[in-house]
């Protein structure tokens, strides 16, 4: 069980990554950047998940908030954006995001990138 703060401004997308994560994991819910930037200052999530579409502060000056902070610096960020512009993966990953998933969310692309971000192994293979 690890804990993953949920920076997403949107109830239904949000309401889909709880489905999808929210047995295995702690999720813990952020509406806004600054809300968010506050608490991964206090729960020292495992991953953050971004949204990068945010009003006022985006998803964009959040994670560059989030990695200019050596003690958050380390925590691993994907962003999640519904802008499908060419260039836009570039710029989440410039801006210091470690992975990018488009909207709409699909599930089993999240499990495997939020398995691949904690460093989760798949399970044993029974007889090898
Ligand atoms: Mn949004």
Redesign the pocket.
């Known amino acids: 069980m690890s804990t993953i703060l949920v920076i997403?401004?949107?109830q239904d997308?949000f309401d889909l990554i709880a489905d999808a994560l929210g047995d295995e994991h702690d999720l813990v819910h952020a509406l806004t950047g600054p809300d968010g930037l506050r608490q991964a200052g206090r729960i020292k999530p495992e991953l953050i998940l971004l949204?990068?579409?945010?009003?006022d502060m985006d998803?964009l000056e959040v994670v560059r908030h989030l990695k200019a902070d050596a003690s958050l610096a380390e925590i691993p960020v994907i962003a999640?954006t519904?802008r499908a512009m060419s260039g836009d993966r570039e710029k989440c990953l410039d801006a210091g995001c470690d992975d990018y998933m488009s909207k709409p969310i699909n599930v089993r692309e999240l499990l495997s990138l939020v398995h691949r971000c904690l460093g989760v192994e798949k399970g044993p293979i029974v007889g090898s």
């Open positions: 997403e401004d949107n997308n949204d990068i579409g945010l009003p998803g999640l519904a």
